[in-house]
Protein backbone atom coordinates (compact mmCIF):
# COMPACT_ATOMS: atom_id res chain seq x y z
CA UNK A 1 0.00 0.00 0.00
CA UNK A 2 1.75 3.33 -0.59
CA UNK A 3 1.05 6.23 1.68
CA UNK A 4 -0.95 7.62 -1.25
CA UNK A 5 -3.83 5.65 0.12
CA UNK A 6 -6.86 6.91 0.45
CA UNK A 7 -9.10 6.15 3.63
CA UNK A 8 -12.95 6.05 3.07
CA UNK A 9 -14.39 5.16 6.64
CA UNK A 10 -18.10 4.64 6.39
CA UNK A 11 -18.41 1.71 4.16
CA UNK A 12 -22.36 2.54 3.62
CA UNK A 13 -23.57 3.24 0.22
CA UNK A 14 -21.89 6.92 -0.60
CA UNK A 15 -18.59 5.89 1.18
CA UNK A 16 -18.51 2.52 -1.03
CA UNK A 17 -19.77 4.47 -4.36
CA UNK A 18 -16.62 6.56 -3.58
CA UNK A 19 -14.23 3.73 -2.54
CA UNK A 20 -15.36 1.97 -5.95
CA UNK A 21 -14.82 4.66 -7.98
CA UNK A 22 -11.58 5.83 -7.18
CA UNK A 23 -10.22 1.99 -6.51
CA UNK A 24 -8.29 1.22 -10.08
CA UNK A 25 -7.24 4.82 -10.40
CA UNK A 26 -5.36 5.62 -6.72
CA UNK A 27 -5.10 3.40 -3.54
CA UNK A 28 -7.86 2.98 -1.79
CA UNK A 29 -8.78 0.91 1.72
CA UNK A 30 -12.51 1.37 3.20
CA UNK A 31 -12.71 1.20 6.88
CA UNK A 32 -15.56 0.07 8.64
CA UNK A 33 -16.71 -1.63 12.11
CA UNK A 34 -17.19 -4.72 10.39
CA UNK A 35 -15.25 -6.50 7.48
CA UNK A 36 -17.33 -7.09 4.27
CA UNK A 37 -16.28 -8.97 0.74
CA UNK A 38 -12.87 -7.58 -0.81
CA UNK A 39 -14.58 -7.70 -4.18
CA UNK A 40 -17.62 -5.16 -4.71
CA UNK A 41 -19.96 -5.20 -7.38
CA UNK A 42 -20.68 -1.74 -8.53
CA UNK A 43 -24.02 -1.20 -10.40
CA UNK A 44 -23.74 1.86 -12.82
CA UNK A 45 -26.91 4.58 -13.38
CA UNK A 46 -26.17 2.63 -17.20
CA UNK A 47 -26.71 -0.81 -15.36
CA UNK A 48 -23.40 -2.19 -15.78
CA UNK A 49 -22.39 -4.55 -13.17
CA UNK A 50 -18.40 -3.70 -12.56
CA UNK A 51 -16.56 -6.15 -10.09
CA UNK A 52 -13.88 -4.30 -8.51
CA UNK A 53 -11.40 -5.60 -5.50
CA UNK A 54 -11.09 -2.99 -2.93
CA UNK A 55 -8.93 -3.32 0.50
CA UNK A 56 -10.71 -3.54 3.42
CA UNK A 57 -9.79 -2.28 7.01
CA UNK A 58 -11.43 -2.33 10.55
CA UNK A 59 -12.18 0.47 12.34
CA UNK A 60 -10.07 -1.02 15.20
CA UNK A 61 -7.18 -2.78 13.11
CA UNK A 62 -6.31 0.03 11.29
CA UNK A 63 -2.86 -0.28 8.89
CA UNK A 64 0.09 1.65 9.96
CA UNK A 65 0.83 3.58 6.87
CA UNK A 66 -0.76 6.85 7.09
CA UNK A 67 -3.35 7.72 4.59
CA UNK A 68 -2.91 10.03 1.99
CA UNK A 69 -6.23 11.48 3.05
CA UNK A 70 -9.47 10.40 4.62
CA UNK A 71 -13.12 10.74 3.75
CA UNK A 72 -15.47 10.60 6.27
CA UNK A 73 -18.82 9.13 5.17
CA UNK A 74 -20.55 7.87 8.20
CA UNK A 75 -24.09 9.13 9.03
CA UNK A 76 -23.90 12.66 10.25
CA UNK A 77 -25.05 11.41 13.63
CA UNK A 78 -21.34 8.98 13.36
CA UNK A 79 -18.87 11.51 11.92
CA UNK A 80 -17.48 12.58 15.58
CA UNK A 81 -17.64 9.09 17.02
CA UNK A 82 -15.66 7.77 13.88
CA UNK A 83 -13.11 10.84 14.24
CA UNK A 84 -12.46 10.00 17.58
CA UNK A 85 -11.49 6.43 16.97
CA UNK A 86 -9.23 7.32 14.31
CA UNK A 87 -7.99 10.26 15.42
CA UNK A 88 -5.02 8.97 17.65
CA UNK A 89 -3.96 6.57 14.70
CA UNK A 90 -3.39 9.80 11.91
CA UNK A 91 -0.45 12.03 12.00
CA UNK A 92 -0.67 16.08 12.14
CA UNK A 93 -1.67 17.16 8.78
CA UNK A 94 -3.57 14.43 7.33
CA UNK A 95 -6.55 16.13 5.19
CA UNK A 96 -10.07 14.86 6.15
CA UNK A 97 -13.02 15.24 3.59
CA UNK A 98 -16.50 15.66 5.33
CA UNK A 99 -19.28 14.17 3.31
CA UNK A 100 -22.11 14.45 6.08
CA UNK A 101 -25.49 16.27 5.48
CA UNK A 102 -26.55 19.24 8.01
CA UNK A 103 -24.63 21.66 9.20
CA UNK A 104 -23.46 19.91 12.79
CA UNK A 105 -20.49 18.05 12.86
CA UNK A 106 -18.50 20.50 9.87
CA UNK A 107 -17.93 23.30 12.42
CA UNK A 108 -16.76 20.71 15.38
CA UNK A 109 -14.64 18.97 13.48
CA UNK A 110 -13.27 21.90 11.57
CA UNK A 111 -12.03 22.87 15.05
CA UNK A 112 -11.03 19.62 16.43
CA UNK A 113 -8.95 17.69 13.43
CA UNK A 114 -5.48 17.96 13.47
CA UNK A 115 -4.76 18.91 9.71
CA UNK A 116 -6.67 20.58 6.87
CA UNK A 117 -10.42 19.80 6.37
CA UNK A 118 -12.49 19.86 3.71
CA UNK A 119 -16.17 19.92 3.62
CA UNK A 120 -18.48 17.98 0.64
CA UNK A 121 -21.67 17.90 -0.83
CA UNK A 122 -23.08 15.68 -3.43
CA UNK A 123 -26.44 14.57 -4.79
CA UNK A 124 -24.91 11.64 -6.17
CA UNK A 125 -27.78 8.67 -5.95
CA UNK A 126 -26.56 5.45 -4.25
CA UNK A 127 -28.06 2.66 -2.52
CA UNK A 128 -26.36 -0.76 -1.11
CA UNK A 129 -28.47 -3.66 -2.79
CA UNK A 130 -26.09 -6.24 -0.61
CA UNK A 131 -22.88 -6.41 1.68
CA UNK A 132 -21.02 -7.06 -1.66
CA UNK A 133 -23.08 -4.73 -3.96
CA UNK A 134 -24.44 -1.36 -4.38
CA UNK A 135 -26.28 0.39 -7.08
CA UNK A 136 -25.06 4.06 -8.36
CA UNK A 137 -28.57 5.01 -8.94
CA UNK A 138 -28.03 8.78 -10.55
CA UNK A 139 -25.48 10.98 -11.67
CA UNK A 140 -25.04 13.96 -9.45
CA UNK A 141 -23.15 16.90 -8.96
CA UNK A 142 -20.49 16.97 -6.24
CA UNK A 143 -18.73 20.26 -4.55
CA UNK A 144 -16.11 20.07 -2.34
CA UNK A 145 -14.02 23.54 -0.27
CA UNK A 146 -13.43 24.26 3.45
CA UNK A 147 -15.67 25.85 5.46
CA UNK A 148 -13.44 29.28 5.67
CA UNK A 149 -12.81 28.93 1.77
CA UNK A 150 -8.65 27.87 2.62
CA UNK A 151 -6.89 24.93 1.26
CA UNK A 152 -8.08 25.84 -2.63
CA UNK A 153 -5.35 23.54 -4.07
CA UNK A 154 -6.65 20.48 -2.08
CA UNK A 155 -9.70 20.81 -2.38
CA UNK A 156 -9.24 21.24 -6.41
CA UNK A 157 -6.84 18.25 -6.67
CA UNK A 158 -9.83 16.29 -4.65
CA UNK A 159 -12.16 17.41 -7.23
CA UNK A 160 -10.03 16.46 -9.89
CA UNK A 161 -9.31 13.21 -8.68
CA UNK A 162 -12.85 12.84 -8.36
CA UNK A 163 -14.01 14.04 -11.54
CA UNK A 164 -11.78 11.44 -13.16
CA UNK A 165 -12.63 8.37 -11.29
CA UNK A 166 -16.56 9.17 -12.70
CA UNK A 167 -17.62 11.35 -9.47
CA UNK A 168 -17.82 15.18 -11.38
CA UNK A 169 -16.67 17.33 -8.69
CA UNK A 170 -15.83 20.92 -8.52
CA UNK A 171 -13.54 22.85 -5.87
CA UNK A 172 -15.82 25.90 -4.81
CA UNK A 173 -15.20 29.11 -1.88
CA UNK A 174 -18.72 28.91 -0.47
CA UNK A 175 -19.36 25.26 0.48
CA UNK A 176 -20.46 26.51 3.80
CA UNK A 177 -23.91 28.00 1.73
CA UNK A 178 -24.13 25.14 -0.41
CA UNK A 179 -24.11 22.82 2.61
CA UNK A 180 -27.13 25.40 3.79
CA UNK A 181 -28.53 24.74 0.73
CA UNK A 182 -28.81 21.25 1.01
CA UNK A 183 -29.61 21.61 4.54
CA UNK A 184 -32.66 23.46 3.54
CA UNK A 185 -33.42 21.41 1.21
CA UNK A 186 -33.61 18.41 3.64
CA UNK A 187 -35.27 20.38 6.08
CA UNK A 188 -38.20 20.59 3.68
CA UNK A 189 -38.48 17.06 2.75
CA UNK A 190 -37.07 14.24 4.66
CA UNK A 191 -39.58 15.01 7.93
CA UNK A 192 -42.47 14.77 6.32
CA UNK A 193 -41.95 12.24 3.73
CA UNK A 194 -40.23 9.98 7.38
CA UNK A 195 -43.66 10.72 9.41
CA UNK A 196 -46.39 10.31 6.46
CA UNK A 197 -44.41 7.14 4.83
CA UNK A 198 -44.51 8.99 1.54
CA UNK A 199 -42.09 9.42 -1.94
CA UNK A 200 -40.78 12.57 -2.56
CA UNK A 201 -42.51 13.17 -5.52
CA UNK A 202 -46.34 12.74 -2.94
CA UNK A 203 -45.53 16.49 -1.71
CA UNK A 204 -47.13 17.90 -4.27
CA UNK A 205 -50.08 16.82 -3.84
CA UNK A 206 -52.77 17.89 -1.25
CA UNK A 207 -52.56 17.35 1.73
CA UNK A 208 -48.42 17.93 2.14
CA UNK A 209 -47.81 20.67 -0.41
CA UNK A 210 -49.20 23.36 2.44
CA UNK A 211 -46.98 21.07 5.24
CA UNK A 212 -43.88 21.71 2.89
CA UNK A 213 -44.82 25.60 1.89
CA UNK A 214 -45.38 26.33 5.65
CA UNK A 215 -41.74 24.45 6.18
CA UNK A 216 -40.26 26.78 3.46
CA UNK A 217 -41.05 29.57 4.79
CA UNK A 218 -39.67 28.96 8.50
CA UNK A 219 -36.29 27.62 7.01
CA UNK A 220 -36.04 30.98 4.41
CA UNK A 221 -36.89 33.13 7.75
CA UNK A 222 -34.23 31.34 9.38
CA UNK A 223 -31.49 31.32 7.17
CA UNK A 224 -32.02 35.51 5.99
CA UNK A 225 -31.51 36.33 9.33
CA UNK A 226 -27.96 34.06 9.19
CA UNK A 227 -27.02 35.65 5.91
CA UNK A 228 -27.15 32.23 4.19
CA UNK A 229 -27.97 33.71 0.43
CA UNK A 230 -30.75 32.18 -1.02
CA UNK A 231 -30.61 30.12 -4.26
CA UNK A 232 -31.67 30.91 -7.91
CA UNK A 233 -34.55 34.46 -8.06
CA UNK A 234 -33.63 34.87 -4.49
CA UNK A 235 -35.97 35.39 -1.31
CA UNK A 236 -38.48 32.74 -0.06
CA UNK A 237 -39.42 32.47 -3.76
CA UNK A 238 -35.71 31.11 -4.62
CA UNK A 239 -35.91 28.81 -1.49
CA UNK A 240 -39.59 27.72 -3.12
CA UNK A 241 -37.96 27.04 -6.11
CA UNK A 242 -35.20 25.21 -4.64
CA UNK A 243 -37.45 23.13 -2.86
CA UNK A 244 -39.54 21.68 -5.18
CA UNK A 245 -37.36 20.89 -8.29
CA UNK A 246 -35.78 18.80 -6.17
CA UNK A 247 -38.89 17.30 -5.34
CA UNK A 248 -39.48 16.98 -9.10
CA UNK A 249 -36.25 15.61 -9.99
CA UNK A 250 -36.41 13.15 -7.19
CA UNK A 251 -39.79 12.59 -7.56
CA UNK A 252 -40.18 8.62 -7.22
CA UNK A 253 -37.52 8.36 -4.42
CA UNK A 254 -37.48 7.62 -0.80
CA UNK A 255 -35.91 10.27 0.73
CA UNK A 256 -32.75 9.23 3.25
CA UNK A 257 -34.60 9.79 5.79
CA UNK A 258 -37.55 7.85 5.19
CA UNK A 259 -35.26 4.80 4.47
CA UNK A 260 -33.50 4.95 7.51
CA UNK A 261 -37.26 5.21 9.61
CA UNK A 262 -37.80 1.74 7.31
CA UNK A 263 -34.78 0.32 8.24
CA UNK A 264 -35.30 1.07 12.17
CA UNK A 265 -32.27 3.23 11.85
CA UNK A 266 -31.65 6.84 13.67
CA UNK A 267 -32.26 9.32 11.49
CA UNK A 268 -30.48 12.23 10.51
CA UNK A 269 -32.88 14.69 12.48
CA UNK A 270 -30.25 16.30 15.25
CA UNK A 271 -27.62 17.39 12.00
CA UNK A 272 -30.40 19.15 10.08
CA UNK A 273 -32.99 20.64 12.12
CA UNK A 274 -30.87 21.27 15.21
CA UNK A 275 -28.69 23.97 13.57
CA UNK A 276 -31.78 25.00 12.25
CA UNK A 277 -33.55 25.61 15.09
CA UNK A 278 -30.22 26.78 17.00
CA UNK A 279 -30.31 29.45 14.40
CA UNK A 280 -33.72 30.48 15.27
CA UNK A 281 -33.11 30.37 18.34
CA UNK A 282 -30.13 33.43 18.09
CA UNK A 283 -32.78 35.57 15.83
CA UNK A 284 -35.58 35.38 18.50
CA UNK A 285 -37.63 33.53 15.62
CA UNK A 286 -39.75 31.32 16.09
CA UNK A 287 -40.38 27.69 13.58
CA UNK A 288 -42.77 25.74 15.10
CA UNK A 289 -43.53 23.03 12.26
CA UNK A 290 -39.49 22.46 12.29
CA UNK A 291 -39.71 22.38 16.31
CA UNK A 292 -42.40 19.62 16.13
CA UNK A 293 -40.78 17.77 13.34
CA UNK A 294 -37.34 17.31 15.68
CA UNK A 295 -39.80 16.66 18.58
CA UNK A 296 -41.64 13.75 17.04
CA UNK A 297 -38.50 12.66 15.70
CA UNK A 298 -36.20 12.47 18.78
CA UNK A 299 -39.36 10.68 20.33
CA UNK A 300 -39.11 7.78 17.45
CA UNK A 301 -35.24 7.88 18.65
CA UNK A 302 -36.06 7.76 22.37
CA UNK A 303 -38.28 4.52 21.61
CA UNK A 304 -35.41 3.04 19.05
CA UNK A 305 -33.02 3.61 21.86
CA UNK A 306 -35.58 1.31 24.93
CA UNK A 307 -34.59 -2.01 25.08
CA UNK A 308 -37.30 -3.98 24.08
CA UNK A 309 -39.77 -5.10 27.17
O1 LIG B 1 -30.99 14.46 -0.11
C1 LIG B 1 -32.06 13.94 -0.11
C2 LIG B 1 -32.28 12.84 0.84
O2 LIG B 1 -32.89 11.83 0.46
O3 LIG B 1 -31.81 12.95 1.96
C3 LIG B 1 -33.16 14.47 -0.98
C4 LIG B 1 -33.46 13.50 -2.09
C5 LIG B 1 -32.72 15.76 -1.60
C6 LIG B 1 -34.40 14.71 -0.17
O4 LIG B 1 -34.19 15.66 0.80
Redesign the pocket.
Known amino acids: MTPATHWIVGPGALGRLIALRLAGRVPVRLVGRRPLPDRQTLVTPEGDARVQAVVMARIDALPADPPAVVHLTTKAHGAEAAHAALAARLPAGVPLVLWQ?GFACQPRLTEHHHGPVLCATT?E?AHVQDDDRVTHAGHGDTYIGALDGSHADLATALAQTLTAAGLPAEAVADIRVRLWR?LA??A???PL?ARFAIR?GQLRDRPFRPMVERLITEVAAILAAEGVTPPGDGGLEGWRQLVWQ?VEA?AS???????DVMAGRLT?HEAILVPLLDAAARHRLTAPCLARHLHDLRLRAAALAEPPA
Open positions: NTGKVNAINVNVTNRASMLQE
